[in-house]
């Protein structure tokens, strides 16, 4: 009589399998496998390992996170597990857990190459940018062809603004018989960090030979095309930027941002007639994605062309009638036509299918106080604000329903008094009075500029703006001023009082950067819409040079205002204060909060440089 009892199944072979699978991307395979190994052994800790590595590549952190854990519980000195578990939390934005798996993965390993790159890369994200440095140079002195540790040590001086060190490392690694032996990806990726070191040094002309050099290795890298595209701007070889924007976009339909990039300099640049038709090229190349439509449409609202613009965000909404982006955008172009009932419908909408967005609740906020429903517009303004607290925008809608209700909260979240703050700067180092160094800021950063008329998408009007950032992007004399901003910073958050749930001061920290920094001229007349920083925390104005009017208390033309918001809500809402700009004063106060520029006439010009900065960690 024949046995009915199941053959026996070898684990280690199962294992061996999943491993194979792995290796030729077969996840879910893989993961077939898996599960009848665990189901035999369910705490075997190289199961569990290889579990959280298959979570990792599907994306799915939350489970890698618990099978590497699991893994760790029974085999506490597994040093891979470790390095994954390290990975995985870095990949939730958690780096200072993992700094705490690497150190654990290093006392069993204290030369794993692998682990102590993992631990600079964690060090650099949790904002200790120091101890990163020395994690990275100690890798390269035992591993001194690693390639990836030398793009991660250049990368790091550049960003800690050491690009000559960075260009010296380059050079010699790319030297380096190892590197030279590696991959033509690795070799483009160090050549692009040179030509990154040469740009901020100014030497464009160099850095585009690099760039070119670069993309013989990595022709289809967009990452390499889109930094040339930006060279060719400062050689002010504006047709050759275009085409290489439209070069990224050839493979790349989809990439929003290259089509940003790529429609404000046709709009600087004057090219009326080729503005926007890449995103009509891209809705023929990927007619299935609503993306090329709404960022059309976004471009149209800005215009105040909401008639196009209704009309584009429809299209979108056909391709994907759940999309946020499509309805919201749709709700501001009907509400702009007139109708009223058609904006409220696509508001709700889109808060219904897009429940997690503050965006969604921020932007139906603002259609509701716009049309004198202050009480709903504070419901959706608070739960934008519930969903994400350190949202600019939210926080700006906030504090203007705070204003329509009467809320006295109003004032605890702008506190003007506290928070606008003047600094009347000290002359750098090198010269006796700030009026001199302000003459020959002016007469330098007028040279810079190069294009016909303002920045389509931000709020200048009546003047141009530089297109690159201004601070630590080889300007000899921006960088002598960045010292005096920087000092002046530190005193603004040194005297800010901590309130543990405030949405500003809760953030104080004495580790920043800066996430945005540019120069802007109005020749003549001109002015700046009231608006916000939404990817800001402190943000700015330092004027260089001002017209003679601006003296007028009365008029206070050319003034800085706070408290009114865009011109959208008409009269309700009037600037709660004023401040006069001078040569030499910088203004800081918070992102969230509204501002812009009272009108000037005048044949003198202005030229001012604002600047946003972030928490480092």
Same mark, same amino acid.
């Given at each position: 009589?024949?046995?009915?009892?199941?053959?026996?199944?070898?684990?280690?072979?199962?294992?061996?399998?999943?491993?194979?699978?792995?290796?030729? @991307? *077969? /996840?879910?395979? !893989?993961?077939?496998? %898996?599960? &009848?190994? +665990?189901?035999? $052994? =369910?705490?075997?800790?190289? #199961?569990?390992?290889?579990?959280?590595?298959?979570?990792?590549?599907?994306?799915?952190?939350?489970?890698?996170?618990?099978?590497?854990?699991?893994?760790?519980?029974?085999?506490?000195?597994?040093?891979?597990?470790?390095?994954?578990?390290?990975?995985?939390?870095?990949?939730?934005?958690?780096?200072?857990?993992?700094?705490?798996?690497?150190?654990?993965?290093?006392?069993?390993?204290?030369?794993?190459?692998?682990?102590?790159?993992?631990?600079?890369?964690?060090?650099?994200?949790? @904002? *200790? /940018?120091?101890? !990163?440095?020395?994690? %990275?140079? &100690?890798? +390269?002195?035992? $591993? =001194?062809?690693?390639?990836? #540790?030398?793009?991660?040590?250049?990368?790091?001086?550049?960003?800690?603004?050491?690009?000559?060190?960075?260009?010296?490392?380059?050079?010699?690694?790319?030297?380096?018989?190892?590197?030279?032996?590696?991959?033509?990806?690795?070799?483009?990726?160090?050549?692009?960090?040179?030509?990154?070191?040469?740009?901020?040094?100014?030497?464009?002309?160099?850095?585009?030979?690099?760039?070119?050099?670069?993309?013989?290795?990595?022709?289809?890298?967009?990452?390499?095309?889109?930094?040339?595209?930006?060279?060719?701007?400062?050689?002010?070889?504006?047709?050759?930027?275009?085409?290489?924007?439209?070069?990224?976009?050839?493979?790349?339909?989809?990439?929003?941002?290259?089509?940003?990039?790529?429609?404000?300099?046709?709009?600087?640049?004057?090219?009326?007639?080729?503005?926007?038709?890449?995103?009509?090229?891209?809705?023929?190349?990927?007619?299935?994605?609503?993306?090329?439509?709404?960022?059309?449409?976004?471009?149209?609202?800005?215009?105040?062309?909401?008639?196009?613009?209704?009309?584009?965000?429809?299209?979108?909404?056909?391709?994907?009638?759940?999309?946020?982006?499509?309805?919201?955008?749709?709700?501001?172009?009907?509400?702009?036509?007139?109708?009223?009932?058609?904006?409220?419908?696509?508001?709700?909408?889109?808060?219904?299918?897009?429940?997690?967005?503050?965006?969604?609740?921020?932007?139906?906020?603002?259609?509701?106080?716009?049309?004198?429903?202050?009480?709903?517009?504070?419901?959706?303004?608070?739960?934008?604000?519930?969903?994400?607290?350190?949202?600019?925008?939210?926080?700006?809608?906030?504090?203007?329903?705070?204003?329509?209700?009467?809320?006295?909260?109003?004032?605890?979240?702008?506190?003007?008094?506290?928070?606008?703050?003047?600094?009347?700067?000290?002359?750098?180092?090198?010269?006796?009075?700030?009026?001199?160094?302000?003459?020959?800021?002016?007469?330098?950063?007028?040279?810079?500029?190069?294009?016909?008329?303002?920045?389509?998408?931000?709020?200048?009007?009546?003047?141009?703006?530089?297109?690159?950032?201004?601070?630590?992007?080889?300007?000899?004399?921006?960088?002598?001023?960045?010292?005096?901003?920087?000092?002046?910073?530190?005193?603004?958050?040194?005297?800010?009082?901590?309130?543990?749930?405030?949405?500003?001061?809760?953030?104080?920290?004495?580790?920043?950067?800066?996430?945005?920094?540019?120069?802007?001229?109005?020749?003549?007349?001109?002015?700046?819409?009231?608006?916000?920083?939404?990817?800001?925390?402190?943000?700015?104005?330092?004027?260089?040079?001002?017209?003679?009017?601006?003296?007028?208390?009365?008029?206070?033309?050319?003034?800085?205002?706070?408290?009114?918001?865009?011109?959208?809500?008409?009269?309700?809402?009037?600037?709660?204060?004023?401040?006069?700009?001078?040569?030499?004063?910088?203004?800081?106060?918070?992102?969230?909060?509204?501002?812009?520029?009272?009108?000037?006439?005048?044949?003198?010009?202005?030229?001012?440089?604002?600047?946003?900065?972030?928490?480092?960690?």
């Amino acid at each position: 009589m024949k046995s009915t009892a199941s053959p026996h199944i070898d684990e280690s072979d199962l294992l061996a399998e999943v491993i194979r699978l792995m290796t030729l @991307g *077969d /996840l879910d395979a !893989a993961d077939g496998h %898996l599960g &009848r190994a +665990l189901s035999l $052994t =369910p705490l075997n800790p190289v #199961a569990l390992f290889l579990r959280g590595t298959i979570r990792f590549r599907q994306e799915d952190l939350g489970a890698a996170e618990l099978s590497f854990r699991q893994a760790l519980n029974i085999s506490p000195g597994h040093a891979l597990a470790s390095l994954h578990l390290a990975q995985t939390l870095r990949a939730l934005k958690r780096p200072n857990e993992a700094i705490v798996h690497c150190r654990a993965a290093l006392a069993t390993e204290p030369d794993n190459p692998d682990v102590m790159l993992e631990l600079a890369k964690a060090q650099e994200e949790s @904002g *200790d /940018l120091s101890a !990163a440095e020395s994690s %990275l140079r &100690r890798l +390269l002195q035992r $591993t =001194p062809g690693m390639v990836q #540790a030398v793009i991660n040590l250049s990368g790091l001086l550049i960003r800690r603004r050491h690009t000559v060190e960075a260009e010296g490392l380059l050079r010699y690694s790319l030297q380096h018989r190892e590197i030279a032996e590696r991959s033509a990806s690795d070799q483009a990726e160090l050549v692009h960090l040179l030509a990154i070191c040469l740009k901020l040094q100014r030497r464009h002309q160099e850095a585009l030979g690099y760039l070119d050099t670069a993309l013989t290795l990595a022709p289809a890298s967009d990452q390499i095309q889109s930094t040339r595209a930006l060279v060719l701007q400062h050689l002010r070889r504006f047709e050759e930027a275009i085409a290489a924007y439209r070069a990224i976009l050839e493979r790349s339909p989809l990439d929003l941002d290259t089509h940003l990039q790529l429609n404000e300099l046709l709009y600087r640049q004057g090219h009326d007639q080729r503005f926007l038709d890449s995103y009509e090229l891209a809705a023929r190349r990927a007619p299935r994605s609503p993306l090329p439509l709404i960022a059309k449409g976004q471009f149209l609202l800005q215009a105040r062309n909401a008639r196009a613009a209704r009309d584009a965000f429809e299209l979108a909404l056909h391709i994907d009638a759940d999309s946020g982006a499509a309805l919201l955008g749709l709700g501001r172009s009907l509400e702009a036509l007139g109708d009223l009932a058609g904006a409220r419908t696509a508001h709700d909408k889109s808060v219904s299918v897009n429940a997690g967005a503050a965006d969604a609740f921020t932007a139906f906020a603002g259609f509701l106080l716009r049309n004198d429903d202050s009480k709903q517009a504070f419901e959706m303004a608070s739960r934008a604000h519930q969903l994400q607290p350190t949202d600019q925008s939210a926080l700006a809608m906030l504090g203007l329903c705070y204003r329509a209700i009467g809320d006295k909260r109003e004032y605890q979240l702008n506190n003007y008094d506290a928070f606008v703050q003047v600094f009347d700067l000290e002359a750098p180092d090198g010269y006796e009075d700030i009026q001199k160094f302000n003459l020959d800021l002016s007469q330098y950063l007028d040279g810079l500029q190069s294009d016909v008329r303002e920045n389509f998408t931000q709020t200048l009007r009546g003047g141009t703006r530089l297109y690159d950032e201004l601070f630590y992007n080889g300007h000899e004399l921006v960088d002598k001023l960045c010292a005096r901003i920087e000092d002046a910073i530190r005193r603004y958050v040194a005297e800010m009082r901590v309130t543990a749930d405030h949405p500003f001061t809760s953030r104080k920290t004495s580790a920043f950067t800066f996430s945005g920094s540019w120069s802007s001229r109005i020749a003549g007349a001109g002015y700046h819409l009231n608006h916000i920083h939404p990817s800001g925390w402190i943000s700015s104005a330092y004027y260089v040079a001002v017209p003679d009017c601006t003296a007028d208390p009365v008029g206070k033309q050319g003034w800085l205002k706070f408290g009114e918001p865009s011109d959208d809500f008409g009269p309700a809402f009037p600037p709660r204060i004023t401040i006069p700009p001078r040569p030499g004063r910088l203004v800081l106060f918070p992102s969230y909060m509204w501002h812009g520029t009272v009108p000037y006439q005048s044949s003198q010009a202005r030229t001012s440089i604002a600047f946003d900065v972030v928490p480092l960690s």
